[in-house]
């Protein structure tokens, strides 16, 4: 497939990504300011229920204390949404990096094969050039045989004559190196250095990964062939690191 194809279909399947990523943006927003909504009326009820202490009855603080209690259950709620927000924002975008590192490995090796395509045509007709000029030396020696010939026959004709006799090595024509491009020299793209790394490998994310289940982990994500997964497994999993600290208390 060639490169014009690839980067029309990844164009293609971004089209919509910047409307995504606006619409999680406003809700986010929106949490946002709804919390802090809920943030000012506590503090209202807060001072009140200070305040009117002495004087409020036991039913009366009982109310108040329950819709501080209320609106804190909302706020956490809106911070709750927020996160699974932020963590599909994320998805979103990370689900389109991975599609371009698939289409630049593609790319890569499309690349390799018309390259090998290339030099075996190469060599094919470096072949046929050389039976060629064997087939032009051969004529051209049956040519200084003849004139050699005419030349011990002392004929006055054939002296007068002057006959031009090609050299092998105007025959040769070098051969043609064009197409030999080198994939690394394409795609040799520096990496972002502010991208985040994780795992033990120290590199960025890229396909599946697996959270570790211990809160305190200072890696917390790895890629599966790393920890030597092929599907995620059932229950909790802890990384390499952590399952050794566990073991050891």
Known sequence: MAAGMYLEHYLDSIENL?????????????????????????????????????????EQKLSILRQIQQSYSKCKEFGD????????????????????????ARFEADLKEKQIESTDYDSTSSKGKKGDTR????????TRSKVKSSDEDGSPKSAQKKVKLLQPGEFNTPS?????????????????????TYCLCHQVSYG??????????????????????????????????????RKRK
Request: charged share 30%; hydrophobic share 30%.
């Open 176 to 196: 043609s190196n064009f197409g030999n491009v080198h994939p690394s020299d394409v795609l040799d793209m520096p990496v972002d250095p502010n991208e985040p």
């Open 18 to 58: 910047p409307f995504e990523l606006q619409r999680n943006f406003n809700l986010m927003r929106d949490l946002d300011q709804r919390t802090e909504d809920l943030k000012g009326q506590i503090d209202s009820l807060a001072k009140e229920y200070t305040a009117n202490a002495r004087t409020l009855s036991s």
């Open 135 to 142: 087939q032009k030396e051969k004529k051209v020696a049956k």
């Open 81 to 104: 949404d927020k996160v699974q927000l932020a963590m599909q924002t994320y998805e979103m975008v990370d689900k389109h990096i991975r599609r371009l590192d698939t289409d630049l």
């Open 208 to 245: 599946e990964m697996i959270g570790c289940d211990n809160t305190e982990c200072s890696i917390e994500w790895f890629h599966f062939a790393c920890v030597g997964l092929t599907t995620k497994p059932r229950g909790k999993w802890y990384c390499p690191r952590c399952s050794q600290d």
